[in-house]
């Protein structure tokens, strides 16, 4: 990876970082294809690793307001689908896995313009779990299906009900992952790298949260997806 590649894919991961914790996802919707697009062999497993740290933080943070009832019944569904993404990343060459991710971001881009809002049922909420867990471990983008079935929640209770998610999630999935082989030390030492980037996002996610409009700064983070996405799909065939 060259010194631009990594400059950007640094800045992408700040962002990525400022945007999980000001509206409760966006590491994974950003990161992930740009990642892809760079440096393949790095996803899922250094974006689910900085979604760990920088979900902590935000449970940290906002953990007071979890509604522990409603993750934890996601985490129910989320077994399932982290050990049908585990086999996913298992089986797939990293070409298929790359046009999965960029699948992904465009079918939750799509979702959301749609303006789908699922009543947050259990029914509901563990079968976006499933989904969450199936996409999340093999794409590192799991933020979709929970973001739509819990979009009715208020801005902290979101942001700590997906963290609290997605903490425990990730965990499930980096588990799954280490035992089929998939985490080596490249992600991890990569992941190092980056670190400080997702750092600098939570960092200036606090002053910054008051200031956003939330619709607006969706919609960018939602453009970005795509032409990443876009990008990404087209590097495919070329």
Excluded: C, K, N
Excluded at 48 to 72: K, N, P
């Amino acid at each position: 990876m060259s010194s631009p590649e990594f400059t950007l894919l640094f800045i992408t991961v700040a962002v990525g970082a400022l945007l999980q914790v000001a509206i409760g996802f966006g590491l994974g919707l950003l990161a992930a294809p740009v990642i892809a697009i760079f440096d393949p062999s790095l996803t899922p497993v250094a974006v689910l690793l900085l979604a760990t740290g920088v979900t902590a933080t935000v449970l940290v943070l906002e953990g007071g307001h979890l509604d522990l009832r409603g993750a934890g019944w996601a985490l129910v569904g989320r077994v399932p689908g982290v050990l049908g993404g585990a086999a996913l990343v298992a089986v797939l060459p990293a070409r298929y896995l790359a046009l999965l991710v960029a699948a992904v971001v465009l079918a939750g881009v799509a979702v959301s313009l749609r303006g789908f809002v699922p009543a947050p049922r259990r029914r509901s909420v563990l079968l976006a779990g499933l989904m969450s867990g199936l996409m999340g471990t093999a794409t590192a983008i799991g933020g979709p299906p929970m973001a739509m079935v819990w979009q009715r929640l208020s801005g902290p209770r979101l942001r700590a009900t997906m963290s609290g998610f997605f903490l425990a999630g990730s965990v499930m999935s980096l588990a799954t992952l280490a035992a089929t082989g998939a985490v080596h030390s490249y992600s991890l030492w990569h992941t190092a790298l980056l670190a400080p980037a997702a750092a600098i996002g939570v960092l200036l996610a606090r002053p910054l949260s008051s200031r956003l409009d939330m619709r607006r700064t969706r919609a960018v983070a939602m453009v970005l997806a795509v032409a990443s996405a876009t990008v990404l799909v087209v590097q495919q065939f070329v």
